[in-house]
DNA sequence: GATGAATGAGCGTTCATTCAT
DNA sequence: GATGAATGAACGCTCATTCAT
């Protein structure tokens, strides 16, 4: 708010650690790295961040305010739980998919103790977690989801789904575009991996048992 | 390599490592902690594990090699994707249900930088994925899994979404039991979020459209 | 390289540690006592030096660097192979013999190691029997010097004798003179230990059995 | 002496010392390789010796004994300083002259530290300087060497010029036969490095002084 | 005597952080 | 605000030595 000019800074600061953080992990990583990329001195990080894992969680922090909000106006005009979550799982992937220094830092560098992921989850991933829960809920209620399965467990799957797929790009050397695995995703979730034969393949089983009964 | 004479302290000091590692993190966990909890001396770590890292990797290892390895066996006596799948997802939350520490070390420790991940995914994780593909392989073969969608998309989503239960597990402070989320889990994944009724819609509906083509 | 502000603190940092190597040796040196006695932090020492090793390198050469330049120098205004090894002699045992902590240095540390040694004459020993051959050679030439000698192994012997004044000095305990052994030296080794008729002798041997051929 | 069997053992320890020490340095040897290398136990060392040091000084004492020894009884059959300062140097550069590794030792890893030169010194070099002093002295006496010289400083000389000779040699990568050097080092010394005019020279001018006087 | 597994003291070096300028 | 020289705590690892077998 009140810091004009010197705002780039704090903001070339962030940059930079994005990218030594990924390349080098948290603790590989050297504060004094991050002030050369950044072009500043060392002392000058102090100006702006608490210390070096300040430099960390105000990383994720601005990230996620930026995308917890846009995500949330972009849900405003969409109907169906089956639309929302779509729409989370796309802007998830992209998010990520377009920035895999980024990609890198959350998936790899913020999950580097339990002390950290507490933060994490305390702070943003639980607005996150609200979110989804909000919206299968909204799915619940509405009739086109499953009431029999706890909303929490079709959050943690839903999202850890997502995350196992931004995993997986990061580590594969392939360059794919990882916002494509939105749609399946999305539908494995909500349609099942199961043969929908299956299912009238059992009904006639039950019904067979049933007029056999 | 270096297998000196008592099994035990070797493992004495993978013991004394989880919980070091669950508690401190792998780097702020010291060598010496590990040494003391284990009741031998710092230099007789050495004789065991090449360095810090290798107590990690060999630690991962151990317990890879023989959840694998059970798990396999386990396998062959089941018939069908979903008995098979139950089981696997079974064995996953039960394993790192019940040694808390195993489980932090597994779900955070193990991915402190891209580095330690690929070498975990190199490893043994690309076996556990060979294994859930193959099963996954097999259902699609037999008409009980949908074959229209990717096998390793699907096996992410199922490896994701078991691993977020872990993960949210470890951070919660409830003590509930993560095993028994394994047939909710599986249950999600096969038959989707989606209530049936969409399908049956969506059924009637191609039935109608079918009928009118 | 990295050369900060203040040469003053190199310059502590080499004069604490040419008296610990001194009393310690380089492997009995430790890196934190040099540090106390030049009154800098430990990690002070790395902003001016590589390692523990570059600190007895670095001491080395400038040492080397200024004494050749200044024998150098003097000996351009003297004339005669004699007063140059004079000059090149006095110089060698002063500079050794006003400093015993820089000769202990010099005669012991410097040795410790093959390594060490090639390093060390490779780089400035070299140099300095280049100079004592080349005034060795002026002297063959200008027919002061006997020409049947090799001249590398005058310049060895020369080097030798004096290397040996310095270190029975320091092993001594006596604290006598050092440089008032530049000319007794320079003498035997131009004029020889053997008397004078011992070369009468023989020449009138030579003679005799000459005139008796 | 009461060293039966074993005392190949304690051979064999020394022998592989040599080599270790000379390739390795004395600090940069391990006494588990010296071991393996010499095919006994780690613990076996310390059967024979007190420490990694007494290795060393053994070592040192074991050749110095016999070195001397043979010098002393080769001496005995020998008229003439002369003739017994060559047997000196003779004897000198073919020890060392034909063993690289002991060379090595000798020149270098004694020399380690003052302690090290000290204890070197105090015991074999004193006796080794004792008899280059007695075979000057009697030089002196029977007139066949320079009166006006002090002994210990030839002796030095000597010795400083030898050594020179050795040092040189084991930097050197050539192979040359050191052992050669000893009569133009012996003639070095006796006769000097000026050219015999010179004296004949000063003669002349003593004489014509004389003369006039 | 011989072994070699076990010990644990010891240290060079790094790097986050500070603060005088 | 900005700098960067200076700080000093902190630690993984080695290896000479011991001692139970």
């Known amino acids: 708010m009140a810091r004009p000019r010197t705002d780039d800074k704090r903001s070339r600061i962030l940059h930079a650690a ?13 504060v004094s790295e991050i002030a050369k990329k950044a072009a500043v001195a060392d002392g000058t990080i ?11 969680v105000s990383l994720f922090d601005a990230v996620m305010a930026e995308h917890l909000e846009q995500g949330r106006q972009e849900l405003e005009g969409l109907h169906g739980s089956r639309e929302k979550l779509r729409s989370i ?13 980024l990609a890198v830092v959350f998936q790899v560098e913020l999950r580097q103790s339990t002390q950290f992921m507490e933060r994490f989850t305390a702070s ?44 997986s790009w990061i580590l594969s050397r392939k360059d794919y575009d990882l916002a494509r ?25 039950a019904a067979a048992s049933g007029s056999g009964g």
């Open 18 to 30: 994005v990218k030594v953080f990924a390349k080098k992990g948290y603790f590989g990583a050297r």
């Open 46 to 56: 102090y100006l702006y961040f608490r210390n070096k894992e300040d430099i960390l």
């Open 89 to 101: 799982a796309t802007r998830h992937l992209k998010l990520l998919g377009e920035n895999r220094d």
């Open 124 to 167: 943003w991933l639980h607005d996150y977690f609200a979110l989804l829960d909000h919206v299968i809920a909204e799915g619940q209620e509405d009739g086109s989801l499953r009431p029999d399965l706890p909303r929490t467990l079709v959050a943690k799957a839903f999202f850890g789904a997502l995350d196992e797929m931004v995993t």
């Open 181 to 205: 695995l939105a749609d399946p995703v999305v539908d494995l979730l909500l349609e099942g991996a199961a043969l929908p034969r299956t299912r009238s393949a059992r009904l006639a089983l």
